[in-house]
């Protein structure tokens, strides 16, 4: 699955090892965790799955939005 990043600072935390930026490294190791759970899911089933990501529809005026 393809990640497209609003924030480079995201990005950045996302693709390099060193950097941390000013965020305690538990934080740091689970959204680095999360993201490449992220990347290996296959399609949006794989998401659903892992209760964790509370991944879901969106309802309402939100329905286009992922």
């Given at each position: 699955?393809?990640?497209y990043?609003?924030?480079r600072h995201l990005a950045r935390l996302?693709?390099?090892v060193q950097y941390t930026g000013r965020i305690p490294?538990?934080?740091v190791k689970?959204?680095?965790k999360t993201i490449q759970l992220l990347?290996?899911?296959a399609d949006e089933?794989?998401?659903y799955a892992r209760r964790a990501l509370c991944?879901?529809?969106l309802k309402g005026q939100r329905r286009h939005q992922h």
């Open positions: 699955m393809q990640i990043f609003a924030d996302a693709s390099e490294p538990g934080v689970t959204y680095r990347r290996d899911a089933r794989d998401l991944y879901k529809r």
